[in-house]
């Protein structure tokens, strides 16, 4: 837990990487061939990227798990909050969780 809020708290100060690898984290990618070729596909680098309903960037999250247990870390840019998740069990839907809490404690 511990690692995971310096983690957090270095997104917000932008210590981890430099400017230009956040924002290819962090920019959704877009389908380059097939039938929804051109359609944006809500993933980064490695992150779920979550708009708001004007474009902008909402959210940014990346999970993990495994059998019987589940994590998220979920970091609103504009406000530098973060919602970690430690679950001991399997959680579909664990992103939706940490949205409701930021949404309950006045975020967006």
Do not use: H
């Not at 596909?41 to 909402?58: A, D, M, N, S, T």
């Not at 970091?75 to 992103?95: E, Q």
Request: glycine letters at 18%.
């Amino acid at each position: 837990m511990n690692d995971l809020e310096k983690f957090g708290i270095g997104l917000y100060n932008r210590w981890v990487l430099g400017t230009k690898s956040y924002k290819d984290m962090w920019t959704p990618t877009v389908r380059t061939s097939g039938p929804n070729k051109g359609q944006p596909v809500v993933f980064g680098l490695g992150w779920k990227v979550v708009l708001g309903p004007k474009g902008g960037l909402k959210a940014v999250s990346k999970d993990g798990g495994g059998w019987g247990w589940a994590s998220e870390l979920t970091f609103f840019p504009r406000s530098g909050d973060s919602v970690i998740l430690l679950c001991t069990t399997d959680v579909d839907g664990i992103g939706k969780v940490a949205l409701n809490i930021d949404k309950a404690v006045g975020g967006e």
